[in-house]
Nanobody, 123 residues
Framework: QVQLVESGGGLVQAGGSLRLSCTAS????????MGWFRQAPGKEREFVAS????????DYADSVKGRFAISRDNAKNTANLQMNSLKPEDTAVYYC????????????????WGQGTQVTVSS
């Protein structure tokens, strides 16, 4: 089992920045690829970013490329999402997720999920 806890959400004005963190406990963190997803009211959960277990491979949704950056620190069991140039359409609950070994952009392929953290971007 892997337990994931997100932090760092909040209210920010358009153009601002937030840094989300996901802290993992349980089994070996560096065996898991990590992903960030988000879900806005009335919408399906969507892929935001992913990072391989070693950190050498990252992927981003087109909507966040150039603005968001995913990283991880296996020594601290954390995965982070730096979000810059935020837009009102980035408003959502953000979830981190873990999947054994391989990265994926599909939410259904992730085994473990955090409880989510709210990000609200005002215009």
């Amino acid at each position: 089992q892997v337990q994931l806890v997100e932090s760092g959400g909040g209210l920010v004005q358009a153009g601002g920045s937030l840094r989300l963190s996901c802290t993992a406990s349980g089994r070996t963190f560096n065996s898991y690829a990590m992903g960030w997803f988000r879900q806005a009211p009335g919408k399906e959960r969507e892929f935001v970013a992913s990072i391989s277990w070693g950190g050498g491979s990252t992927d981003y949704a087109d909507s966040v490329k150039g603005r968001f950056a995913i990283s991880r620190d296996n020594a601290k069991n954390t995965a982070n999402l730096q979000m810059n140039s935020l837009k009102p359409e980035d408003t959502a609950v953000y979830y981190c997720a873990a999947r054994a070994f391989r990265v994926s952009t599909s939410a259904g392929e992730y085994e473990y999920w955090g409880q989510g953290t709210q990000v609200t971007v005002s215009s």
